[in-house]
Every structure is written in C-alpha cells, then in structure tokens.
C-alpha cells in the first residue's frame, strides 16, 4: 500500500508542475476570446482535481480530514494571489478593478460556507452505519444543482443538457453503488447516513451555485479576473473559519499543518489550480453544464487508482463509466 501511495504521490508531483506551468502561464494570455473555453477550462479544473485530492488522500491520513481540508484552502492563497497579481501586471494595460457589490458578497460567502459545510456532513455520513448509501446519493449533486440553478438563477437546461446530466448521473451512481448487501436494504436507504449524503449533495450544489451567482454579479472584465478574486475572497473566509474551528476543536490544533508542508503545498498549488478554474468556467457558462463535464473527475480519478491497484473494471463499473462518457459527450456539444 506505501508503495502504491509513494507511487500516487509522485505522480501527483509531476503532473502539478505541468498543469500550474499551463495556469499560470498560458491561460490568462492565449484564451481570452472564445465562448466555448469553459470546456477545455472544465477538463484542466477536473485533472487538477485529481491530483490533488491524490495528494490530500494522504494527508486525511496523516493529519485528519478537517485539517486536510483546511490545508487546501490555506496553502492555495498564495498561489491563487499570484494568480490575480499576474493578471494586473502582465497586460500592457491593467484591466480596471471589478465592481463588488453587496451581491457579490453574499453570493460569495454563500459559496464559501456550503463548501465547508458539505464536508461537514460528509464527516457526520462517515460516522454512521451504511456510509457508502451515502457516497451515492451525494453524486446527486449535479441534479441538485440544475434544480437551484433554475430556482435561483433563473438557468434552465436545454433538453440536451439535462439528458446528459441525467446519464452522467446515472453513469457515476452505477461507479459508486453500495455493497449488495446495503444495496437490498430498504432500511440503509432510508438511514442517517443516507440523509447525510443527500445534505451533502445539496451543499455542494449550494455552493456551485453561490460561486456561480457571484460571477454574475460581479460581472469581471474578463472570467480569469472573476476566478482569480473568486477563490482569493472565498479560500480567504474558509481560512479563517475552519482553520479557527480546527485550531480550538482539534487536540493539537494547526500546527501538523504546518509540519505537513511538502505534500500540503502540493495539495494547496493544485487545489488553487482546480478552483482557479473552476470558478473562470463559472463565469463562461452555467453552473449545471460546467459541473457536469466536471464529473469526469470522477472517471479521472477511477481510472488512476484501477491502475494503481491493477484492478479490473466489473460489468456494472464498465457500464456505469460509458454512460459517464456519453453524458460528457453530450454537454460538450450542447456547449459548442
């Protein structure tokens, strides 16, 4: 297992300076003028993802989950502030500073908070009995978040759009269903831990949302621009507030953090990287298209541990991951 982790890890290594080259350097520069970017911009948020929750995968381990998360948020300020300081120096011209608004504010720290907060009923899942009904009916998010998105944003899928999510959903629920014996029980279905999931579905898609409104309300010069003060404003406030509740909830407080620095400044350059651009997508298209192609994440990130652990795909994961495919297909070229 060490050597399958130390093999993760250094993968992880390489694949990150390669993917922070290509943020920091090209994009801001090169891929400025075209509305259908949100799609190459997705796929780079969900690589970046991959490596690194690879990267936090260890330190959950090593640190626990609350502080592993904290070390996302924490150690990917810097790099999402050279972020945005790039982007004022580097043109000849610096672009004029956005127009926050009381709007902003909110939809922002609504974001920032319901992120948080998914992780926290994801502990609580973890917890109870039956926690891989959890797992499942939290993939439900992306359904979630073309229901609030039509709520409160006022973005209705195309028909196309919805039936991709549909089969993406459908695709990711058949990769991640429960053992047989959870599967068959009514009672594990209709558990805490079940509610939990469901929860944290739904604050990821709150979250998605309130990221998705502050990028319209701050309508940026350019969706770099609203990515780049999206993640340095939100990363700030989950800072302040998890890293507090680690540091008077936990018995040693914030200081593993800091002894943990190799690994978190890999797991904080690639969560800045993911979220960098995850927040630019937001601000090219909406919440529900860009979280879908995002699901491919999750093929991403099977398909790296199968061949980590040499494992091989059973029927139901061959299926579930085609359907994944087509769904992503789909919202691509309803996006194009």
Do not use: H
Request: charged share 5%; aromatic share 12%.
């Amino acid at each position: 297992m060490c050597g399958a982790q130390s093999l993760s890890i250094g993968y992880a290594a390489r694949t990150a300076v390669v993917l922070v080259y290509l943020l920091f350097c090209f994009m801001p520069l090169f891929l400025q003028e075209f509305a259908w970017l949100w799609v190459p911009v997705t796929l780079f948020a969900a690589v970046a993802q991959t490596v690194r929750n690879t990267a936090q995968r260890s330190l959950t381990q090593q640190l626990g989950t609350l502080s592993a998360t904290l070390v996302r948020f924490l150690y990917g300020l810097p790099f999402a502030a050279v972020f945005l300081w790039l982007l004022y120096v580097l043109p000849e011209q610096a672009p004029a500073m956005p127009n926050f608004s009381l709007a902003y504010a909110g939809w922002i720290s609504l974001g920032a908070f319901f992120q948080v907060a998914a992780t926290a009923a994801l502990l609580l899942a973890m917890k109870e009995r039956n926690f891989a009904v959890a797992v499942t009916l939290s993939k439900t998010e992306i359904l979630q978040v073309a229901l609030f998105g039509a709520l409160f944003l006022q973005e209705l899928p195309t028909a196309l759009a919805l039936a991709a999510m549909v089969i993406a959903t459908v695709g990711v629920l058949l990769l991640s269903l429960p053992p047989r014996g959870q599967l068959l029980s009514l009672q594990a279905w209709l558990s805490k831990s079940a509610l939990y999931g469901l929860i944290c579905g739904a604050c990821f898609a709150v979250a998605v949302i309130g990221f998705r409104g502050a990028a319209l309300a701050l309508n940026a010069q350019s969706p770099w621009l609203s990515g780049g003060w999206g993640v340095l404003i939100a990363q700030t406030l989950q800072s302040i507030f998890l890293g507090a509740w680690v540091a008077f909830k936990t018995p040693q407080g914030i200081l593993p953090i800091f002894r943990a620095w190799r690994v978190s400044l890999l797991a904080g350059s690639m969560g800045a990287a993911a979220s960098l651009a995850w927040f630019s997508a937001y601000a090219m298209q909406s919440a529900a298209a860009v979280r879908t192609l995002g699901m491919v994440e999750v093929v991403f990130s099977y398909l790296v541990s199968r061949r980590i652990l040499s494992e091989n795909l059973n029927t139901a994961e061959k299926l579930g991951m085609a359907l994944m495919v087509l769904g992503l297909v789909l919202i691509c070229l309803q996006g194009l």
